[in-house]
Structure formats: C-alpha cells, structure tokens
C-alpha cells in the first residue's frame, strides 16, 4: 500500500501574488509531493494549501514552505480578518493511507523540532500532537491572536513545544498538529421541513448525544425545495458514514420523508468508502490489501 | 489517477525451479512493475505469473518473460494436464484504472507485434483483442494444442495475427488478449438446502437469463452447514456487485431465506467497491477523483 499523508497548512498571505507563488513553488518542487489546491483568501489574506505525499516527503516540503514563508512574510505589518498567530499560522498533518495515527503524531513533532530548532519560530503541538488537554482545540491554541502571543507565551501553560520560548516577532508561532482527514458528508431529504433536518442533524451528531464523531446541521437547499442534514465526518474509522446514513434514513423514515441522496464534498480517504461497501454486501474478512491499487505501492 | 493495467502470463514450465525464478526475475526486476505472486504446478507443469503496474511497463515486463520463455521451454518435449500450446501459453492484459479497455487492446497489439516480429512466435489475439468472433473464446483458440497447431494455423481461420504463418516449434503458439478483471464474489445463505442456492444461481447468472455479465454456481458449504451463490463477477462496470447482491437477497427472502455475508475471493480493483459505496449511500455526482489516493499517482 501507499503510504500517504495529507497536509493542510495555512499561510499569512493571501494578497500577494508573488510570496503565495513562492511558497507553494516549495512543495510543488519537493518529489513524491503532489499539491492538490491551493486557495489564497484576500479579505482573509490567507492562503490554505493542499498537498499529499510520502510521509518523509511531505515533512521535507512542509518545512521548505514554513522556511519561505517565515522569510518573506512579516506578521508585525500583517492584517486580515482570519484569527492568526504566524507566517505559517497552522500545519495539520492527515494520514491517509498506510500511515496510523500514532505515525503521524511522530512526523508532526519531528517537523515541530525542525521549525522551532532551525527556523527559530515557537511551536505549539495541537490536536493528537497536543503535548497537554488545553493545546488540543486549535481556536484556544490561537486565542490573543499574533498581537497576544509576546505575552501568551510567557504563560507556562503555552510555553512552546519547540523552539524559542519567546515570539518570533517576523513570523510569529506556528502550531502543527497531526489530526484525522475530515470527510463533509450530506444527505439530502425530500422534503421542505427545515425543522425534521434540525431534529435528525440533532440526533445523529455527537455534541447532542448522537455519534461521537458527527457534527451536523440542517440547512435549506432553496434552489431544490428540500433541506439536506450537513455534516463533518471527523473520524471515519470511528463513526462510519454508513451508520450514520441508516440512522438519517430510519429518522427520516419515521417523519414519512425520504433519502433521496447524499453529497461527498471535496477529498475522501479511499477506505471511508470502501467500508461502506464491506458494510452493505456483508463481507467476511476483507482485508484492504485485496485493492488490487493498494498492491501497486506497497 | 495512477494508470495500471493488470497482466496474467501463464508458462508452460511448473516443475524446473530454476526456469521458473529465471521468467519471473524479468518481471522482478521491470521498474514501475509489481509482481503479486506466481504459482507453479507441477501436474499441469505450468505457472501462473500475476503482476500490476504503469502499462508501458508492463508490456515490457510481459515481453521480457516471454522472452527468456522461449529460450528455456522447449515445447516439443512438454507435458502436462492443462491444455497449452506454447511456452508462453497465453497472455490476459486487464485494465485496471485509469486505462480504458481500448487502451488495454492497443497495448496487447502492441505486445502481440513484438512477440511476433522479434521472438519469431505466432500470435492469436483473444477475447476483446480478437481479430475475428471465432478467436474470442481462449478454448477455441487453444483446440488441438501445440501438437495440433502446425495444422491449424494452415487454416485461415486461424492464421496467426502477428510472426510467422508457421509453427515455432520450440515456443509454440502464444495468444494474446485483453479482458476485463474479474471479480471472485459470493454469497453465503443460512440454510443447507443446495437446490435454494441453485435456483438463486440460475436467476442471477447471465447463461441461463440473469444478468449477462455474472457467471454463478450453486454450491455446498459443508464445513458450516451452509449454501453458497458462487460467483465470477466478468464485467463489473456493467453487473454491478451491489445489483446482483440485493437481487440475490431479494429471492433468498421469497424462500424464507437470509443472506449471512458475502466473499470476496483474491484480488479487485477499488471502483468495484467505490461503485457499492456510492449505490448505497444515493451520493450524486460522485467522481473518482474525490478519492485522495486517486489524485497521489495523476
């Protein structure tokens, strides 16, 4: 099998043409790298880059990009209306593919050591890489924003993980963590009730006492006359998108609406899908490795 | 995507170690290729060769083995009890992804030229590579085997595609073709009537009116009192596996019967499954490219 993780960082530039090409000119360079998408905001002025890889790889071009950016990017002068704390503001690491958790975890600190050792930027490790339970949530991580952090630092409960233990007054503090792929996952109702896609996206959804992993809502989809449950998958391999799409179908069903189709939106581990099929055909001890493609690179 | 097409050589040598590791090594060794596994028998004095890879790749792999075939298997002293008629005896070529069936008869009339022309050694293009309908079924093409063949090739009908109009005598006859993967499926039923798992057999199959692309057997599961709908999935783009399942759940019911898991015997392409996935959960506008390891090889 391939082994792949995805990285998401964002960058503190989203107006400037030429610093967003150079730093996405890193990762695209840096071979068994490939750059899915890159998407600068300019009232945000933030640009989000997708890439995937191999594992080592993917930390190598990471690291080339934090490096330009902490170079051509100077957060004292920076403005936008995106919460920010760095030059390289964040850098979730995902595994995809081959690679567990507790992989990833390490390749985010090794990554953190780099950045904050050779780039002399702080670090704070959030999500799984969270070095204590208050550093998990990145929003707390990243309260006080860049304007705060001179002073959040000296707060032993941010110390960095890496690096300086005071700000890096040109390109701020960075926090990587490595965290699960996301799946947006929506399932459309035939019918215009705003309120049973309220009353499902409440049942089905972790914080309300549903599946762990789910965050949902219901919304309106004016333009077809039906109204949709729209959720976050945040851990597949926890609450499995079948589960959840019987549970949305039997509510439904209990309202004498129906299913009538579901949405992935954007990029999907393979194997969120394929335990769905394993799922509904009933199979008895599939084994990934059966993927004729997952053969190819392992 | 990652284009790979899938190549199955059959060698007519299952008992000569040192032939055999010599035809795989060229398969070993071809960068960008991915030997899966090979299995010599020594009743049918023959060996099963399976690898995957980037099609070009695979061609040479392919060629390369047939190559050194011919060299070391003399057929004029082979026995054996699988009906063969060259050293190389035939060589399957299946698309697996990205690589459309049309692509995959290019590259076998590619393969088959450079057999042919290079190696000396008639070619019959089989099954989608057929040059004519009576050369579609492998068994037709091998009828008579190598010592019928100096004869059979005289004949029009069977003149060869590509090399000589006669006979190799050390290397035989080699026929070359594309064809779809297929797909080991079955499902398991709780009950020990056999005749229920024949009759659901005979409903699905496309021999006997079922659907045209599934091939399926009712069988005995003696070890755990059960019955089987055993089957050879041959075209999956066109029978679906989730098409045959529900419909194979749908008549075990009327015999007060329930489907209890399925099997997936061997190797599949991914879309076989992505394909059940997106049936199940009603997704609209699914593309394959949403799939993140899809977009790692494009």
């Not at 840096?30 to 905001?41: A, C, I, Q, R």
């Not at 233990?165 to 792929?181: E, F, H, Q, S």
């Amino acid at each position: 099998m391939a082994r792949i993780v995805q990285c998401v960082p964002n960058f503190s530039e989203g107006r400037d043409k030429d610093i967003i090409e150079k730093i996405v000119e890193e990762v695209r360079k840096t071979e068994e790298v490939k750059l899915l998408d890159y998407s600068p905001d300019k009232d945000h002025n933030r640009c989000v880059v997708t890439f995937i890889g191999e594992p080592e790889k993917v930390i190598e071009a990471a690291f080339s990009a934090c490096k330009v950016a902490s170079e051509l990017i100077d957060m004292s002068k920076h403005n936008g209306e995106h919460p920010r704390m760095g030059a390289t503001d964040v850098i979730p690491l995902i595994p995809i593919s081959d690679v567990t958790m507790e992989e990833c975890i390490e390749y985010s600190k090794e990554l953190g050591r780099r950045i904050g050792e050779e780039l002399d930027i702080p670090v704070i490790m959030y999500e799984k890489s969270a070095s204590a339970p208050n550093r998990e949530n990145l929003a707390a991580v990243r309260r006080g924003q860049y304007e705060g952090m001179a002073e959040k630092l000296k707060d032993e409960k941010w110390s960095p993980d890496f690096g300086p233990g005071n700000l890096n007054m040109k390109a701020g503090v960075t926090a990587i963590g490595a965290r699960m792929p996301l799946v947006a996952f929506n399932v459309n109702l035939d019918t215009d009730n705003l309120d049973i896609a309220k009353k499902i996206a409440k049942g089905v959804r972790g914080s309300s006492g549903g599946y762990k992993y789910c965050k949902g809502l219901g919304i309106e989809i004016k333009e077809r006359n039906i109204v949709q449950v729209s959720m976050n998958m945040v851990d597949y391999t926890k609450t499995p998108l079948y589960r959840v799409f019987d549970t949305i179908e039997r509510e439904a069903n209990r309202y004498g609406v129906n299913v009538i189709g579901s949405e992935i939106i954007g990029l999907l581990p393979m194997n969120a899908l394929i335990d769905v099929a394993d799922y509904y055909l009933k199979i008895e001890n599939f084994d990934y490795g059966q993927i004729l493609e997952n053969r190819m690179f392992e």
